[in-house]
Every structure is written in structure tokens, then in C-alpha cells.
């Protein structure tokens, strides 16, 4: 089986293109699992089923996905784009920084604008220094960008938490931003 594709897949079709297989999500972002199984093509000469489904869901270390108590639904935890779904977040207080990793190429325009989120609902951060220099890794030569997430809490920005411990929050003014060196 491939996980990567299969998992590449579910983000595709929960994050940001339901409609390519006629998938209904609720206002949530919750789809139905038999209906998710049966309007997919098979991925990679696999046919998805429930054991594919939360095999890749329970052992993703992404933990980009969440299975209903009833075991009958699933949902992105975060990273919709064109999906316009309203997840019920964690809202809490952040640690004093938190992390985004970019591409060098992408550092005057955000040194412009700051953060912005773009097609995405909001914009995504972490508390480690190693996961930002993975994501900024896959879009060219890394930048990590440091992000002082308690002052702007203080300032009235709201930050919340998915299920995966991914940090989320509208925009970064460039003012909380500090560019470190790599």
C-alpha cells in the first residue's frame, strides 16, 4: 500500500477539492466514510476501505486527519483552502514564539506583508524549529521565520490549536516576525 499517496489523496479531496468526487462535507469539514469509499478511484491500484482509511489516520505523524467517536466520519483538522469549513478550535494562549518555515525566495515579499494565509483559512505555525525547516524545505531553500506569538496574544490576536498541535492564526503583522539567519 501507498500511504503517501493515499494520504496525499485524503488531503486533496478534505482540504480542497471535495467536489472533484461529488463529496459533501458539513459545515464542519466531517465527510461520510462509506461515501467517501465509494465515490473514489482506486490510488495507485488501491481500493480505499475503512481498515486503508484508519490505518493512514492512526498512523500518520502528520495527524493531519480525525475520525468521528462514532467511527463513521472523517475530517482534515486543518489546511482547507477552497473549503470553506468552520472547525471548532482550540482557542488558546500561545507559548511566547512559535515557528514558520518558508522558502528564501518567499522572505521580501513577507517582509512586505507579513503573513498572510493566503488560500488557506489561516496561517500555520509550530512550536519546532525542525518542523518549520521541513516545511520550508519543501518549497526551496528553507527561512525559519520566528514569530513572537505571545506578544501578539496580548496584542488581541486569537491563536488556536488543531488536533495536531499545529498553531493557527489569521495573519502575522511583519512587527512579530524576527528573520532569522540559516
Not at 483552502?81 to 514564539?97: M, N, Q, R, Y
Amino acid at each position: 500500500m501507498n500511504e503517501k499517496a493515499i494520504s496525499q489523496y485524503l488531503s486533496f479531496i478534505l482540504r480542497h477539492k471535495p467536489e472533484e468526487i461529488d463529496l459533501i462535507l458539513d459545515r464542519e469539514g466531517w465527510a461520510n466514510i462509506e461515501e467517501l469509499i465509494s465515490k473514489s478511484q482506486p490510488i495507485k491500484n488501491v481500493a480505499l476501505d475503512e481498515e486503508i482509511i484508519k490505518n493512514i489516520v492512526n498512523n500518520s505523524d502528520k495527524k493531519r486527519f480525525q475520525i468521528s467517536d462514532d467511527g463513521k466520519f472523517i475530517r482534515a483538522v486543518q489546511g482547507h483552502s477552497t473549503v470553506s469549513v468552520d472547525i471548532t478550535l482550540k482557542k488558546l494562549v500561545p507559548p511566547i514564539s512559535l515557528y514558520h518555515g518558508t522558502a528564501q525566495r518567499f522572505v521580501e515579499s513577507i517582509k512586505e506583508q507579513g503573513l498572510i494565509s493566503k488560500e488557506r483559512q489561516y496561517v500555520h505555525l509550530t512550536e519546532s524549529k525542525n518542523t518549520a525547516l521541513s516545511v520550508g524545505t519543501r518549497y526551496g531553500k528553507p527561512h525559519i521565520l520566528v514569530i513572537r506569538a505571545l506578544e501578539m496574544h496580548k496584542s488581541g490576536f486569537e491563536f488556536f490549536q488543531a488536533e495536531n498541535e499545529v498553531w493557527l492564526v489569521k495573519h502575522v503583522p511583519i512587527e512579530f516576525i524576527s528573520f532569522l539567519v540559516e
